[in-house]
């Protein structure tokens, strides 16, 4: 079973500039969720998609932004880079969130340097 | 006051002895916890969810969880090297605003030392 794969891995964008990150999540897995982690803040939640909506947000600019399609993949663009957008973004995958106890996998990370 | 606190480590311990790590939240809303492991450089990888009062056992593996104290805890016992990593403690809270969101601790680095 193929786990949460992102692409690219790495990448290093200009400030100013903007960027696409994706996720394809597990087999199955209809929930989305995007995480920035530095070491200054730890892992933060960005926002969760199920079913081609978003459905929770977190505190971040309205510079990050996200969506889903039918096949449950993600993306996540970043506009007007600027040297703190600096992170590992994870995404993590799940069945979905109605259950409390629902278990989360995350992707590999893409690394973003802004420069 | 952060919502979810580790205790800060570094923690050390030697090949075999029992790892403790702990963690605090102040939501009392709470449902799940979580506990990921974070090698170096790569993504977490989940050890363990818990979400009732007491002890969950899943190998060399605990996790306890007491609600009233606002407290969940993870050891590991007979502590390989190949366990030296950062631990996140997360959580989920109760409610539809909460989809996809865990909430994280800063993590705790363990080092096991031959």
């Known amino acids: 079973k193929a786990g949460v794969t992102q692409t690219p891995r790495y990448l290093i964008k200009t400030r100013g500039q903007q960027v696409t990150l994706s996720c394809s999540p597990i087999?199955?897995?209809?929930?989305v969720s995007w995480y920035q982690q530095t070491p200054g803040q730890g892992l933060q939640f960005l926002f969760e998609?199920?079913?081609?909506?978003?459905?929770n947000k977190g505190n971040f600019p309205g510079r990050f932004s996200g969506r889903q399609f039918s096949n449950s993949r993600s993306e996540m663009n970043v506009s007007t880079l600027e040297l703190g957008d600096s992170a590992l973004y994870l995404c993590?995958?799940?069945?979905?969130?109605?259950?409390?106890?629902?278990?989360?996998?995350f992707g590999q990370g893409t690394r973003l340097t802004v420069v | 006051q952060k919502e979810v606190e580790q205790n800060s480590g570094p923690l050390s311990v030697p090949e075999g002895a029992i790892a403790s790590l702990n963690c605090t939240y102040s939501?009392?809303?709470?449902?799940?916890f979580f506990w990921y492991r974070q090698y170096s450089g790569k993504s977490p990888e989940l050890i363990m969810f818990?979400?009732?009062?007491g002890d969950k056992e899943d190998g060399r593996f605990t996790a306890q969880l007491n609600k009233a104290s606002q407290y969940v805890s993870l050891l590991i016992r007979d502590s390989q090297p190949s366990d030296s990593a950062t631990y996140l403690c997360?959580?989920?809270?109760?409610?539809?605003?909460?989809?996809?969101?865990?909430?994280f601790g800063q993590g705790t680095i363990l080092t096991v030392h031959p």
């Open positions: 993590a995958s799940s069945l979905d969130w109605t259950e409390p106890y629902t278990e989360a996998f």
């Open positions: 087999s199955g897995h209809r929930s």
């Open positions: 998609y199920f079913s081609e909506t978003q459905r």
């Open positions: 939501d009392r809303g709470s449902q799940s």
């Open positions: 818990i979400y009732s009062n």
């Open positions: 997360a959580l989920t809270n109760a409610g539809g605003t909460s989809y996809g969101k865990l909430t």
